[in-house]
């Protein structure tokens, strides 16, 4: 193996090298959200129907038992909607509800994705808050609330470090966002690059260019960069599918150089007239 192509691959594993730094430290297409979603909702009406010698009571703080006459309870759903995870030190602040012209009778987590997930559920000052708790991507739990009467209004607070969109309602279509435009993007000049790797290799007579070079640095850099959204790092959870994932950019952009440099000393397989003429000498 010659110095020439002994430089050309340390300097493609030193740029691979700071290109996958780079992409797993960026926060270009990460998306820290959380939204919550009020569901189930039931009112004393509809739990006792037209029984009248049915009633719903609850013992208070002085441990004596109250009727309870327009009462409402009702799920509250509480999701990470982001792509990545939330720890619980990027919260400023607890999740808060507050129900306008309604007191908080009780509230209980009901159900969760996992079940390590445990909130905190307080009710101070007639103000329902969940304290700070790690919320990886997708996790969610759900709190059952009872009022005393249907609210006027509900307000709610949130604010976690990194999070730009507002504490909101899951919404039924989100959008799109700036990761799922980049890969439909990716996904054309992917196609494209690979036409021209596919023309080199089966048709004589095309040779790669800058172009070629400048549309394959921006493959492997964007798949870099995609995939670290997507894949955390390659650990005993994700096994040997994630570590290939990771290094798919990296083995794409070494194919290339290796191309470039056969391009450049211009190797060619012997034909049978070559050896012939090589016979005749």
Avoid: C, W
Avoid at 3 to 29: H, N, P, R, V
Avoid at 42 to 58: A, M, P, R, W
Avoid at 152 to 164: F, V, Y
Wanted: glycine share 6%.
């Amino acid at each position: 193996m010659s110095a020439k192509t002994i430089f050309g691959i340390i300097t493609t594993l030193i740029i691979i090298l700071l290109t996958g730094l780079q992409a797993y430290s960026s926060d270009l297409f990460k998306e820290k959200k959380i939204q919550y979603n009020i569901e189930n909702i039931y009112d004393s009406n509809t739990l006792t129907g037209n029984f009248k010698d049915i009633s719903i009571v609850f013992k208070n703080n002085e441990g004596k038992i109250e009727k309870l006459k327009n009462s409402i309870f009702f799920d509250i759903k509480v999701e990470n909607t982001g792509n990545v995870d939330i720890p619980k030190s990027d919260f400023e602040s607890d999740i808060t509800f507050s129900f306008i012209d309604s007191n908080i009778i009780k509230a209980v987590q009901v159900s969760s994705n996992n079940k390590s997930i445990k909130a905190k559920i307080k009710n101070e000052n007639n103000v329902l808050k969940i304290l700070p708790l790690l919320l990886n991507k997708g996790d969610y739990f759900s709190m059952r609330v009872l009022l005393d009467q249907r609210p006027d209004k509900t307000t709610s607070n949130l604010r976690i470090i990194g999070m730009s969109d507002e504490f909101s309602r899951i919404s039924s279509n989100n959008g799109y966002s700036i990761a799922d435009y980049f890969s439909i993007v990716l996904i054309i000049f992917s196609f494209i690059f690979l036409g021209r790797l596919a023309s080199y290799l089966f048709h004589d007579g095309i040779k790669l260019n800058i172009f070629d070079g400048f549309l394959g640095f921006i493959v492997a850099y964007g798949s870099a960069l995609l995939l670290s959204t997507y894949v955390p790092y390659p650990s005993k959870q994700f096994g040997i599918g994630s570590f290939i994932i990771f290094v798919a950019p990296a083995f794409l952009a070494y194919i290339f150089s290796y191309l470039m440099m056969l391009q450049q000393k211009e190797v060619r397989i012997p034909d049978s007239d070559d050896l012939e003429e090589k016979q005749d000498e």
